[in-house]
């Protein structure tokens, strides 16, 4: 995580935003910060459910890594960046 | 836990939103109505209420036991309420709860008065307000009303109390010392209460309460045309009456009638006012605001589903639903038909 922090400092710094593979490395990082965010929300609510009633584990799982998608559809830049 | 740190409405909010699913509807209350004390205590054992009728059945019996294990179960669920928030959120639930402070406070006030015995106060205690174990036994050994004014010198009611208690020194009666209690809680109730959506939403619920609870209290005055100062019961906060309108309407029911349906809740009101200017009856007016209040709890709980309001719906749907099993069982105690307890319970 560090190092990245560092990597990203220094694609920043040197205006390196112009290589398509670092920006569309940020626009992941970016998805996943967001799909974290959503998850905190869901995990809490989720674990909450299930403890009034633990038959909700299943829909409760399903429903906490929903967001999860966004990543993975913000991996297909990756792709798209590394063809172009 | 405590007022530090982010509030969790997310968890908070999925376990009451789980919980009001089990609270009893139509269906049940109806089956309920046409039982005996001892048959609705088999009932609530097996919905929901087993672990407080197990650990108060071999002491107490029929609609003593329904009403302590209802009080005990309502303690244990709001005192869970409390555990699980934080941040925001445990200050605008703990506003709410004190009530339930007021209300242990004043029993012991007058348990003391009366000379009764610690056990039998004990009992009549809802312990779901913030007081801790401590503070509660503290209170149950106070032998005077000078100690229990000691006990409580660092909470809210410390110097709302000890001004009281001269006056009751003076007069011998307890109504200053209750009106005290009652103004602190009602003061704490809105005072600094932010902005956002969701809390302007709770703040105009409040608001509604404290106006309810003046027009009821003005209504009585009014009718037992007895020579009280109408201001002394005053509570701040609402919108509906002021000091000075509440002094001149009190006097007579007519005007005070006239002006509540000329009110933002004349819609919800207004049978229920046609009522009272044709009968004598204070109860329908009673009923009214009680419905009211709940059915606004209701939609309360819908508009901002991640934050305060849902976990107050639920508080007040689970009041109600104590409220209401307890008038089924005194109702059957008192032989009362099933149509006339019907009539007394408040479901929307």
Redesign the interface.
């Known amino acids: 995580m560090l190092e990245l922090t560092h990597e990203l400092g220094n694609v920043v710094l040197t205006g390196a935003f112009t290589d398509p593979l670092a920006a569309a490395a940020l626009a992941t990082g970016l998805a996943a910060l967001g799909a974290g965010y959503a998850e905190g929300?869901?995990g809490?609510?989720?674990?909450?459910?299930m403890?009034?009633?633990e038959d909700l584990f299943v829909n409760g799982l399903i429903l906490t890594v929903l967001p999860e998608t966004l990543v993975i559809l913000a991996l297909v830049v990756v792709f798209i960046a590394q063809s172009a | 836990m405590s007022a530090a740190g982010r509030s969790n409405p997310e968890y908070v909010v999925a376990r009451v939103r789980a919980r009001r699913g089990r609270l009893y509807g139509d269906e049940q209350y109806r089956k309920l109505v046409r039982m005996g004390p001892s048959e609705i205590a088999r009932f609530i054992e097996e919905s929901g209420y087993e672990a407080e009728i197990n650990a108060l059945g071999s002491r107490h019996s029929g609609v003593d036991l329904i009403e302590y294990a209802l009080n005990r179960n309502l303690a244990k669920q709001f005192d869970a309420i409390l555990d699980w928030s934080e941040g925001r959120l445990y200050d605008l639930i703990a506003r709410y709860l004190r009530k339930f402070d007021a209300w242990n406070v004043k029993t012991v006030i007058r348990g003391v008065y009366t000379d009764t015995d610690a056990d039998d106060i004990e009992v009549d205690l809802i312990r779901a307000g913030e007081f801790d174990d401590r503070r509660i036994r503290r209170l149950l050994e106070a032998d005077s009303i000078d100690a229990i004014v000691e006990v409580l010198e660092d909470t809210i009611y410390g110097d709302p109390l000890r001004e009281a208690y001269a006056e009751y020194e003076e007069t011998g009666v307890l109504v200053p010392l209750e009106n005290a209690v009652d103004m602190a809680f009602y003061e704490r109730l809105l005072s600094g209460l932010g902005g956002d959506a969701p809390t302007r939403q709770y703040r105009r619920f409040l608001e509604a309460e404290v106006d309810f609870r003046n027009a009821t209290n003005a209504l009585r005055l009014a009718r037992s045309g007895a020579d009280l100062d109408p201001a002394e019961y005053f509570i701040e906060g609402g919108t509906l009456l002021t000091r000075d309108t509440l002094a001149r309407l009190a006097r007579s029911v007519d005007e005070l009638v006239e002006h509540i349906g000329e009110s933002e809740y004349a819609d919800d009101l207004g049978p229920a006012l046609r009522d009272l200017e044709e009968s004598d009856s204070l109860i329908e007016f009673e009923h009214a605001a009680d419905t009211a209040l709940l059915a606004y709890g209701d939609r309360l709980g819908v508009v901002h589903p991640v934050s305060v309001t849902p976990v107050i719906s639920y508080i007040l749907a689970k009041e109600r639903e104590v409220e209401n099993i307890r008038a089924i069982a005194r109702g059957t105690e008192a032989g009362l038909s099933a149509d006339e307890i019907e009539s007394e319970l408040v479901i929307t």
């Open positions: 929300g869901i809490a609510a989720a674990v909450g459910a403890a009034e009633d």
